[in-house]
């Protein structure tokens, strides 16, 4: 596998620190609203790694936050004169629902930066004992920047060029003009309580933790002081990543992630998302008018590098692609059932063969920095393949293979093709009346077989003391 490494700007051929496992860590959302589409690009993109390295058999730890304190956060929950852990914990709600309906895994861990106060508390006190944070008058605590003798080496941005940008551009990266602040360029580690704001205490005080320190600390806890790979989107490599970077480096003495991975940027029609051009689309939005499935296609259908434009003529595309595998996996499925029976024939075997050279080719690139546009092409190869092979005659074991193939390599970039038949409650209720009456018969093979019947059709039944129950599975 090799994964372009934005701290060496170059394709690096990945190799974990343990052989077999990887951690990672992938920066979340800060929860005071739905999560937008610009949000949803590197959960599906990283979710997409994680599930095509467990499938090259890995072990993936795979950490990714809530920031569920903020200041975004406060100014909503002011707005609507509720708590501000009212206010993220909804959304943290309604964000886990947008991610099963994206099908993204949850994570091994989604620690909350409320949860993880203590070991901020901790880290910024090593910081301070090691000469690498200060506090001034007013409780606030600031990271000492100039001090880290790698900043900048992320961004590729040179300390000092950081410096006068912020002399000639005004204050633009400043954060508050506090007294006492050493340098422009320190970024706040803690900073003191304000009226109507949540707050912990600490040994500078009653306050709470900058946003920067959560996701250093979190990593660390939950994965180690050295880490296999970092993500997020681009916009986050500075001064997020950066600062994550000074934070870790400088209390842990080690370096903090081997490989850093950034997504691309996702624009509207060619327009920067912003609410304010009135392109601004939630997942909920999308979800209004199209399965999510077709945005998670939409999505994969790019290397997650490239810049990415949305529009909804794209969309609509991305469904007819979406619904031509699909459509092939069901032809599949029905030649499955009413196809020929007995061993696939000579020619079957060959055109099998053929098939299965393009998992190699999927495998082949998606090593190569998870190209998922390729991958797509490679399904997309696999369906033509099935619509000129599959013809009258054809045997149930060929269809069966032939979809399985397609639907495991769907399945690896998260996307389900198989679509069970819709059961109403009332063919399911008849079904299970004449199963009784079988029962009563004494025709234990015809009650089996609706028992099988229905358990494909995702239907389970329990015989209990007061009758047959059934759920859905
Ligand atoms: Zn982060």
């Given at each position: 596998?090799?994964?372009y490494n934005?701290?060496?700007?170059?394709?690096?051929?990945?190799?974990?620190?343990?052989?077999?496992?990887?951690?990672?860590?992938v920066?979340?959302?800060?929860?005071?609203?739905l999560?937008h589409?610009?949000?949803?690009?590197?959960?599906?993109?990283?979710?997409?790694?994680r599930?095509?390295?467990?499938y090259?058999?890995?072990?993936?730890n795979?950490?990714?936050?809530?920031t569920?304190?903020d200041?975004?956060?406060?100014?909503?929950?002011?707005?609507?004169?509720v708590?501000?852990?009212?206010i993220?914990?909804?959304?943290?709600?309604?964000?886990?629902?947008?991610m099963?309906?994206?099908?993204?895994?949850?994570?091994?861990?989604?620690p909350k930066?409320?949860?993880?106060?203590?070991?901020?508390?901790?880290?910024i006190?090593i910081?301070?004992?090691?000469?690498?944070?200060?506090?001034v008058?007013?409780?606030?605590?600031?990271?000492?920047?100039?001090?880290?003798?790698?900043?900048?080496?992320?961004?590729?941005?040179?300390i000092?060029?950081?410096?006068?940008g912020?002399?000639s551009?005004?204050?633009?990266?400043k954060?508050?003009g506090?007294?006492?602040?050493?340098?422009d360029?320190?970024?706040?580690?803690?900073?003191?309580?304000k009226?109507?704001?949540?707050?912990?205490?600490?040994?500078?005080?009653?306050?709470?933790?900058?946003?920067?320190?959560?996701?250093?600390?979190m990593?660390?806890?939950y994965?180690?002081?050295?880490?296999?790979?970092?993500a997020?989107g681009?916009d986050?490599?500075?001064?997020?990543?950066?600062?994550e970077i000074?934070?870790?480096?400088?209390?842990?003495?080690?370096?903090?992630?081997?490989?850093?991975m950034?997504?691309?940027?996702?624009?509207?029609?060619?327009?920067?998302?912003?609410?304010?051009?009135?392109?601004?689309?939630?997942?909920?939005?999308?979800?209004?008018?199209?399965?999510?499935?077709?945005?998670?296609?939409?999505?994969?259908?790019?290397?997650?590098r490239s810049?990415?434009?949305?529009?909804?003529?794209?969309?609509?595309?991305?469904?007819?692609?979406?619904?031509?595998?699909?459509n092939?996996?069901?032809?599949?499925s029905?030649?499955?059932?009413?196809?020929?029976?007995?061993?696939?024939?000579?020619?079957e075997?060959?055109?099998?063969?053929?098939?299965?050279?393009?998992?190699?080719?999927?495998?082949?690139?998606?090593?190569?920095?998870l190209?998922?546009?390729?991958?797509?092409?490679?399904?997309?190869?696999?369906?033509k393949?099935?619509?000129?092979?599959?013809?009258?005659?054809a045997?149930?074991?060929?269809?069966?293979?032939?979809?399985?193939?397609i639907?495991?390599?769907?399945?690896?970039?998260?996307?389900?093709?198989?679509?069970?038949?819709?059961?109403?409650?009332?063919?399911?209720e008849?079904?299970?009346?004449?199963?009784?009456?079988?029962?009563?018969?004494?025709?234990?093979?015809?009650?089996?077989?609706?028992?099988?019947?229905?358990?494909?059709?995702?239907?389970?039944?329990?015989?209990?003391?007061e009758?047959?129950?059934?759920?859905?599975?």
């Amino acid at each position: 596998m090799r994964i372009y490494n934005t701290l060496t700007r170059r394709l690096d051929e990945f190799v974990p620190i343990e052989e077999g496992k990887i951690t990672m860590y992938v920066c979340g959302p800060t929860v005071y609203n739905l999560i937008h589409i610009g949000n949803a690009r590197p959960m599906i993109v990283f979710d997409t790694f994680r599930r095509y390295m467990t499938y090259r058999g890995y072990e993936v730890n795979y950490v990714s936050n809530f920031t569920d304190v903020d200041d975004k956060i406060i100014n909503a929950a002011n707005e609507e004169g509720v708590s501000a852990s009212e206010i993220s914990e909804r959304y943290i709600k309604e964000c886990l629902k947008d991610m099963e309906g994206l099908n993204i895994l949850p994570a091994t861990v989604h620690p909350k930066a409320t949860e993880e106060i203590p070991g901020m508390i901790a880290m910024i006190k090593i910081l301070e004992e090691k000469g690498y944070a200060y506090k001034v008058k007013d409780g606030t605590v600031y990271y000492r920047t100039r001090k880290f003798q790698g900043y900048g080496k992320l961004s590729g941005k040179n300390i000092d060029d950081l410096e006068s940008g912020h002399r000639s551009e005004g204050h633009a990266l400043k954060v508050s003009g506090s007294e006492g602040k050493e340098d422009d360029l320190d970024f706040v580690l803690w900073k003191p309580k304000k009226e109507g704001e949540p707050y912990w205490d600490s040994p500078w005080g009653e306050g709470r933790p900058g946003w920067h320190i959560e996701c250093s600390c979190m990593s660390k806890r939950y994965l180690g002081d050295t880490i296999d790979i970092h993500a997020g989107g681009e916009d986050l490599i500075f001064p997020h990543h950066e600062n994550e970077i000074a934070q870790s480096e400088a209390a842990n003495g080690v370096p903090f992630a081997h490989y850093w991975m950034h997504n691309g940027f996702l624009n509207i029609d060619h327009q920067k998302m912003s609410k304010s051009l009135g392109n601004f689309f939630t997942v909920r939005d999308i979800a209004a008018k199209h399965d999510l499935q077709v945005l998670r296609f939409f999505m994969l259908s790019a290397q997650y590098r490239s810049p990415l434009n949305f529009s909804e003529e794209l969309m609509e595309s991305a469904k007819a692609g979406l619904d031509r595998i699909k459509n092939c996996v069901s032809n599949l499925s029905d030649i499955e059932k009413t196809g020929a029976d007995g061993g696939m024939t000579e020619k079957e075997k060959g055109f099998l063969a053929e098939a299965s050279g393009q998992q190699e080719k999927f495998n082949e690139v998606m090593d190569d920095d998870l190209n998922t546009a390729d991958a797509v092409s490679v399904i997309f190869d696999l369906v033509k393949h099935a619509n000129t092979t599959v013809k009258d005659g054809a045997t149930k074991e060929y269809a069966k293979a032939l979809k399985d193939e397609i639907v495991m390599l769907g399945g690896i970039l998260g996307l389900i093709l198989e679509t069970r038949e819709e059961v109403l409650d009332a063919d399911i209720e008849k079904l299970i009346e004449e199963r009784q009456q079988a029962r009563k018969d004494k025709d234990f093979k015809r009650a089996d077989e609706i028992r099988d019947e229905l358990l494909e059709k995702g239907i389970q039944l329990k015989d209990t003391r007061e009758g047959v129950k059934w759920s859905r599975i």
